[in-house]
């Protein structure tokens, strides 16, 4: 029987009904309390964390996300039901948590991941267009590395209990949500009363739905950057067919929900400057493509026993801190006064995403094992 449930979700088929059904669940939970256009954002998830556990002070985006925690142990489920769970380190771990670092400036300069910047697009936000060209260029980039021999090392089995860190981590941040603990007066654990942080479904549908994309997604290997990884390398459209589905499903949904708005301006924790979009995703995508998979699927990878794949996203939550500590993080567009004032990045977030790029290419560039 399990071998019949592994072929399905190996086939075609199977990464199109587990992508359609991310793509329906993700509105689903927008429409039942996540902010807009945000049912599932995986960058912006793991920043609101960050501010949860007063990583940064930005009051508007923190709350541990329920959906977080289940993408890590609906992939732990599945990877034990399937006798897939290893547990395995040792692949250039520093240099996967600055990758993790940069990925997030990359993330927050546009205001969302590649799976937002796809939910983005199916309710119309059109910068949605602009950052996944972004991020098939910073991909497309990655991919020129692969090719001329770049890798971080291989990872090699460890002990079971090192593959447990992350599940058990996110038990703590499950514990942490449903009792609050404040440890000082006026500190942490910090909760969103407006903004962003404040919109949120309940804690049990949450949760619910992320284990289940969590199992779907490593059962079936679901990963956007792999999905242009795989197109640009190796013509594989595979996982593509997955990542479709996502985007009609999700667009199909929010139409019959009425969640669908077109247009580039003022759409909800967005912004329409297009160079730092597509600069932004650049940088998310290369690092994605050099750390081997974009934050969803590192959280399922963390999920299934990867321990370096835990270390880049733990580098995503200190890079969300980094982000919104030095003011790198983006800006959303605003009517002020009944003048369009666009968003963006400030000048120091401009250095930090051409840093980035510079960072990631010289890690390209000098681990490849031929040249």
Same mark, same amino acid.
């Given at each position: 029987?399990?071998?019949? $449930?592994?072929?399905?979700?190996?086939?075609?088929?199977?990464?199109?009904?587990?992508?359609?059904?991310?793509?329906?669940?993700?509105?689903?939970?927008?429409?039942?309390?996540?902010?807009?256009?945000?049912?599932?954002?995986?960058?912006?998830?793991?920043?609101?964390?960050?501010?949860?556990?007063?990583?940064? *002070?930005?009051?508007?985006?923190?709350?541990?996300?329920?959906?977080?925690?289940?993408?890590?142990?609906?992939?732990?489920?599945?990877?034990?039901?399937?006798?897939? !769970?290893?547990?395995?380190?040792?692949?250039?771990?520093?240099?996967?948590?600055?990758?993790? #670092?940069?990925?997030?400036?990359?993330? /927050?300069?546009?205001?969302?991941?590649?799976?937002?910047?796809?939910?983005?697009?199916?309710?119309?936000?059109?910068?949605?267009?602009?950052?996944?060209?972004?991020?098939?260029?910073?991909?497309?980039?990655?991919?020129?590395?692969?090719?001329?021999?770049?890798?971080?090392?291989? @990872?090699?089995?460890?002990?079971?209990?090192?593959?447990? %860190?992350?599940?058990?981590?996110?038990?703590?941040?499950?514990? /942490?949500?449903? !009792?609050?603990?404040?440890?000082?007066?006026?500190?942490?654990?910090?909760? @969103?009363?407006?903004?962003?942080?404040?919109?949120?479904?309940? $804690?049990?549908?949450?949760? $619910? +739905?992320?284990?289940? $994309?969590?199992?779907?997604?490593?059962?079936? *290997?679901?990963?956007?950057?792999?999905?242009?990884?795989?197109?640009?390398?190796? *013509?594989?459209?595979?996982?593509? @067919?997955? +990542? +479709?589905?996502?985007?009609?499903?999700?667009?199909?949904?929010?139409?019959? /929900?009425?969640?669908?708005? !077109?247009?580039?301006?003022?759409?909800?924790?967005?912004?329409?400057?297009?160079?730092?979009?597509?600069?932004?995703?650049?940088?998310?995508?290369?690092?994605?493509?050099?750390?081997?998979?974009?934050?969803?699927?590192?959280? !399922?990878?963390?999920?299934?026993?990867?321990?370096?794949?835990?270390?880049?996203?733990?580098?995503?939550?200190?890079?969300?801190?980094?982000?919104?500590?030095?003011?790198?993080?983006?800006?959303?567009?605003?009517?002020?006064?009944?003048?369009?004032? %666009?968003?963006?990045? @400030?000048?120091?977030?401009?250095?930090?995403?051409?840093?980035?790029?510079?960072?990631?290419?010289? #890690?390209?560039?000098?681990?490849?094992?031929?040249?």
């Amino acid at each position: 029987m399990s071998e019949k $449930i592994t072929r399905f979700f190996a086939s075609r088929w199977g990464i199109v009904i587990s992508g359609a059904a991310i793509g329906i669940l993700a509105t689903l939970l927008q429409r039942l309390g996540n902010p807009p256009n945000m049912g599932v954002c995986v960058a912006c998830f793991e920043r609101d964390i960050a501010g949860a556990l007063g990583l940064h *002070r930005v009051s508007v985006v923190q709350y541990i996300r329920p959906e977080i925690i289940g993408f890590v142990l609906g992939s732990t489920i599945a990877a034990l039901l399937f006798r897939e !769970f290893r547990a395995r380190a040792g692949s250039a771990p520093l240099v996967r948590f600055m990758l993790g #670092v940069f990925a997030m400036i990359g993330a /927050l300069t546009f205001l969302g991941c590649p799976w937002r910047a796809l939910l983005r697009l199916a309710g119309g936000d059109l910068n949605g267009i602009t950052a996944l060209i972004g991020l098939t260029a910073g991909i497309s980039i990655g991919v020129q590395f692969l090719k001329s021999g770049y890798n971080l090392g291989r @990872s090699y089995k460890t002990y079971s209990s090192a593959g447990w %860190v992350m599940p058990l981590a996110m038990i703590g941040l499950l514990l /942490l949500l449903v !009792f609050r603990p404040q440890f000082v007066p006026g500190g942490p654990i910090f909760f @969103s009363d407006k903004g962003p942080g404040s919109l949120h479904a309940a $804690i049990p549908v949450s949760l $619910i +739905v992320g284990l289940i $994309i969590g199992f779907l997604a490593q059962r079936t *290997r679901f990963c956007t950057m792999g999905s242009l990884r795989d197109i640009i390398l190796m *013509r594989d459209t595979h996982l593509l @067919s997955g +990542v +479709v589905a996502f985007v009609v499903a999700a667009f199909i949904s929010n139409m019959l /929900l009425g969640q669908v708005r !077109f247009g580039f301006v003022l759409q909800p924790v967005a912004h329409s400057n297009h160079v730092w979009n597509f600069l932004g995703m650049t940088l998310t995508g290369l690092a994605f493509a050099l750390a081997g998979g974009c934050p969803g699927r590192q959280l !399922f990878l963390a999920g299934e026993g990867d321990t370096d794949a835990g270390v880049f996203v733990l580098g995503m939550i200190v890079g969300a801190g980094i982000s919104h500590n030095f003011n790198l993080a983006g800006r959303a567009d605003a009517m002020v006064q009944g003048v369009l004032n %666009v968003g963006g990045i @400030s000048v120091y977030g401009m250095i930090a995403v051409l840093l980035g790029i510079t960072v990631c290419l010289v #890690v390209g560039f000098t681990m490849r094992e031929k040249y």
